[in-house]
């Protein structure tokens, strides 16, 4: 792929590790062999995926002379906790527009992620309710930024625009650079599929590089239709700019949303026993919203025997673990 044209701030440092899981793919008891993608270790503030789509979306903001960044994200986003750590470091006005998805779940004294925006250092929040028109809302925000004689720039919730999505092409093509070079074999690869640009950058990456590995996503809120058909559009729209001809196939688009439970960012036991597991066998920290969901989709997999015995099966870890210490009584309970 040529990300040539595209400007770029480059803020990853090399690849980040693929490691065996060799404890947890053990315990599971299925000959089933787990490995993780450690995009919980990308720089920026606590890691995360959203650096990868920044990287280009920032980069966007600057070449457009843009010298402040309005985002949006739910009450403990790590997207908006990135958007802001790397507002930080660019010397740009960091403005949020706050969805309170579940009624009551915004707390100004708020730990995990909402104690971070503050320390990030980020210029306002405003919190709207659930359900709310989110690039209304930051548009008002522009609006009056604007007024007062600042050159804003709106990122969409996730960064999962094309322009994003082109940080999970790069991993997915980055990924393939990794596994030729350990010959390792991966037959399957589960990715959180949330507000989609992971899941379509990464779909576009793997068709660009033929790497013929399906990819499942696993949902965090929608219903299974709804989220394919919008990872499927925004990967046609992502492969159509990176001039990836072939386009994406619409059956190469696989959404799980066994997973979700009650709703988006509520705990449920199989979340909460992935985040147990992935730390007592791996020390490796998922979160209660996204990798949480997602590793126990992962896991029921395996239990179901849904991959052959030997496969190997690539997890993408996207980070989040902040969020973890806005959710202390769900672990303790
Ligand atoms: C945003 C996020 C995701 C989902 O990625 P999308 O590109 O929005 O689908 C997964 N995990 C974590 C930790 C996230 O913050």
Known sequence: MNYTKFPRRGYLQGATPIEPMTKLSKALGMDVNLYVKRDDLLPGASGGNKTRKLDFCIADALTKGADTIITCGAVQSNHCRLTASWSAKEGLECHLVLEERVKGSYKEDGSGNNFLFELLGVKSKRVVPGGSDMMAEMEKTAEELKENGKKPY???????????????????????????????????????????????????????????????????SRPKDVQEEIVYNLAAQTADMLGVKSGVARNDIVCYADYVGPGYSIPTESMIEAVKLFAGEEAILLDPVYSGKAAAGLIDLVRKGEFAKGANVLFLHTGGSPALYAYLDTFRS
């Open 154 to 220: 709106i990122i969409p919730g996730g960064a999962s625009n094309p322009i994003g999505a082109m940080g999970y092409a790069v991993c997915a093509e980055e990924t393939m650079a990794q596994l030729n070079e350990m010959r390792l074999q991966i037959d399957h690869i589960i990715v959180p599929s949330g507000s989609a640009g992971t899941h379509a950058g990464m779909a576009v990456g793997m068709t660009g590089t033929n790497a013929n590995i399906p990819i499942s996503g696993m949902n965090v």
